[in-house]
Every structure is written in structure tokens, then in C-alpha cells.
């Protein structure tokens, strides 16, 4: 199948404190998992992305685990800053039968940090 | 290095009628890909570009369809609007599957 859940749907924390968005995928075969930051009136901007023979990756204050036997894969980010707020969309690449590989993305989170 | 753009920026279209639009990918990438995102939605994969033939179609009518030019840039066409394609069109291009990089999309308002 082709589907990636994303939970929890908005989240609302203290600047400082850290932040969880945990996504599930139904496809075995995924191999290459994205997050995504998107402002409002903008495009999804790539914040960190994770592939299939790594299980977890770091950048500054973000980092992404990966368990592909449990099939899902979260986004941390640690000491959140008010220009955090976004909404924040996981994906996994998909490969249909016959055909070739897209990315489906999950419902996006609305993270508010409050000052 | 421009990144990814997309053309117009926003758009009010009558149901029934046609609509184009123009995405000039990142310098380097050879893929596009575009994307519908419904209000409060994440995208939906409407179809990918490579090689100037479409190589991959997600679950949209016939009434989507699109272009890729030699030089990577691509359209996206949208024929008898009804109200429920409103919506953000995005654009996304990559170096075959790797590194999708978004534009800033398309605002598409059908009236």
C-alpha cells in the first residue's frame, strides 16, 4: 500500500523545550524518508532526510531514528526556537509495481513554539 | 543558485475553463515532479517528469496532464476546473530520485 501516517496532527511547546512528530509507513520497500518545514505561503523546505541503511542522523538541533522493522521514523527537534513554528510533513519514497519512485507524504503537524 | 520556480504565483480561474502551469527546475536537476496540497493537507503526487515523458502518474483524471521541455522546465495543465481543484500546486525537482527540492507553488482558485 501507499500510505504514511503522521502523529500527533499540532503540537504546542515552551521555547526550549523538545519536540516529537513520529511517522508510520506501510511500504516495505520505502528506502528514502524526507521531513519537510513549510511556512505559510511557502513551499516545503527539506530540513534533514534519513535512508534505509542508516538509523539515525543528526543535524544541530535536528535528528531523525528510523526503525524500518517497526516501519516508522520520527523527527526530533531538540532547545525549539519560536521561528520553529511551521508545519512539518514526513514522507517515504514509494515504488509502485511497474512503476518508479515517488514520495507520498504524511498529513503535515503544526508545531507552534511559544515564547 | 536558483532554486526551484514556479509560475504564476497565484491564479482565479472560472469552472470549465483551462489552466497552465510553468515550473523551471534547480540548477542541475533533471526531474520534476508536481504536487497538489489541498488546505491543511500534505501534497499529493500528481505525476513525475524525466526524460521529457511522464514516468510515474498518481491518482488524478486525465484532465491533469503535463509537459516536459529539453531543457528540464515543465507544465503543468488542468482542463474543465471544477471547484475541488483549488488548491496549492507544487512543483518539485530532483537528480533522478535524489534531493527533491520544492518551488513555492502555485495558488490555483477556481470560482
Known amino acids: 500500500g501507499e500510505n504514511v501516517e503522521q502523529h500527533p496532527s499540532t503540537l504546542s511547546v515552551q521555547e526550549g523545550d523538545s519536540a516529537v512528530i513520529k511517522c508510520t509507513y506501510s511500504d516495505s520497500a520505502s528506502n528514502y524518508f524526507p521531513w519537510y518545514k513549510q511556512e505559510l505561503g511557502k513551499g516545503p523546505q527539506l530540513i534533514i532526510d534519513i535512508r534505509s541503511n542508516v538509523g539515525e542522523k543528526k543535524d544541530q538541533r535536528i535528528a531523525v531514528t528510523l526503525n524500518k522493522t517497526a516501519k516508522h521514523f520520527s523527527l526530533h527537534i531538540t532547545e525549539t526556537q519560536p521561528e520553529d513554528s511551521a508545519v512539518y510533513f514526513c514522507?517515504?519514497?514509494?515504488?509502485?509495481?511497474?512503476?518508479?519512485?515517488?514520495?507520498?507524504f504524511g498529513k503535515g503537524m503544526k508545531l507552534t513554539v511559544n515564547p | 543558485d536558483a532554486g526551484v520556480t514556479q509560475s504564476p504565483t497565484h491564479l482565479i480561474k472560472t469552472r470549465g475553463q483551462q489552466v497552465t502551469l510553468r515550473c523551471s527546475p534547480k540548477s542541475g536537476h533533471d526531474t520534476v515532479s508536481w504536487y497538489q496540497q489541498a488546505l491543511g493537507q500534505g501534497p499529493q503526487f500528481i505525476f513525475q517528469y524525466y526524460e521529457e515523458e511522464e514516468r510515474q502518474r498518481g491518482n488524478f483524471p486525465d484532465r491533469f496532464s503535463g509537459h516536459q521541455f529539453p531543457n528540464y522546465s515543465s507544465e503543468l495543465n488542468v482542463n474543465a476546473l471544477l471547484l475541488g481543484d483549488s488548491a496549492l500546486y507544487l512543483c518539485?525537482?530532483?537528480?533522478?530520485?535524489?534531493?527533491?527540492?520544492f518551488g513555492s507553488g502555485t495558488r490555483l482558485t477556481v470560482v
Open positions: 518539485a525537482s530532483s537528480l533522478d530520485y535524489y534531493g527533491y527540492t
Open positions: 514522507a517515504a519514497s514509494i515504488i509502485p509495481q511497474g512503476g518508479s519512485e515517488k514520495l507520498v
